[in-house]
């Protein structure tokens, strides 16, 4: 039997029950109407050696943590403000059983993922633009975290970036060497444990790496979108071309440890 799509007014009527009554009726609506987005996020983060319940349960949690944040009077539906709870609790839960760099599943990450990173990530949909670094920290400082903190999760989160062949000039953006989710079940397992350690790989490089560089890194190659050699000399306080040495020195020093670790080239892994 398929599920009942709410309609916006309907949608809005039982998230003020739940969140100025305390109405469990309303919210078990929410979450029962919700289930289908919660079963395709789960499906989209399913790994090998990881239960699909298990995954939805943690979708459920997270759903039920963006209807704890969900604001009735700014006009958007449930789903836009939970799909991004949603995402973070999955990726949380997999990096917690699956990767070789794993997360710890503590209150503080948990309220990293709710007070930040999913009120972040929900601004950023609803401006269609990338918040700056001093409009991250604001909402960090008022969820009582810090940048660094927020900074350090998402290096460990996000996929790394292609960077054996990159350049370090401004001409286009660089893209991610991504899984193919067209491959088979054992091609994708294989691509999944390559990136892995890919990951442990850079993770490692990273954290010998002093601050400024380990920044310039993140921000050029662990960012959502392109970040310029004179948007990171504003942010770091030094030249541009100083940014340039520095990420050039960098990426040298990354492609040496990838080849001392049998990587010639993130491509040839996945």
């Keep these: 039997m398929a599920t009942r799509l709410l309609e916006k007014q309907e949608e809005l009527t039982l998230a003020r029950q739940w ?3 305390g109405s469990e009726r309303a919210r078990a609506k929410l979450v029962a109407a919700y289930q289908p987005m919660v079963r395709r996020l789960a499906r989209k983060y399913m790994r090998s050696g990881l239960s699909i319940e298990d995954l939805i349960q943690e979708g459920v949690i997270g759903f039920m943590a963006g209807l704890d944040n969900f604001d009735p009077d700014r006009g958007y539906s449930v789903g836009t403000l939970a799909r991004f709870h949603i995402s973070a609790r999955l990726q949380l839960h997999v990096s917690e059983f699956t990767g070789i760099i794993r997360l710890p599943n503590s209150r503080r990450i948990k309220g ?27 909402i960090c400082i008022e969820a ?16 790394t970036k292609s960077i054996s062949s990159q350049s370090t000039s401004d001409d286009g953006e660089s893209g991610f060497d991504l899984v ?37 890194v993140s921000m050029r190659y662990l960012s959502d979108g392109f970040v310029s050699l004179d948007q990171i000399a504003a942010v770091v306080g030094v030249s541009r071309e100083r940014v340039r040495r520095i990420e050039k020195d960098a990426l040298a020093e990354i492609r040496k440890r990838f080849a001392a670790a049998g990587i010639e080239k993130l491509s040839e892994v996945v």
């Design 19 to 21: 969140l100025d009554e």
């Design 112 to 138: 990293l993922l709710s007070g930040c990173v999913s009120k972040i990530r929900l601004e950023e949909k609803l401006r269609e633009a990338a918040l700056t670094n001093a409009e991250k920290e604001k």
């Design 144 to 159: 009582g975290f810090s940048l660094s903190e927020l900074e350090q999760y998402e290096m460990v989160m996000r996929p």
């Design 180 to 216: 193919d989710e067209n491959g088979s079940p054992e091609d994708i397992v294989a691509q999944d444990q390559s990136m892995a350690f890919a990951r442990r790989v850079m993770a490692e490089i990273l954290s010998d790496f002093p601050e400024r560089t380990r920044r310039i």
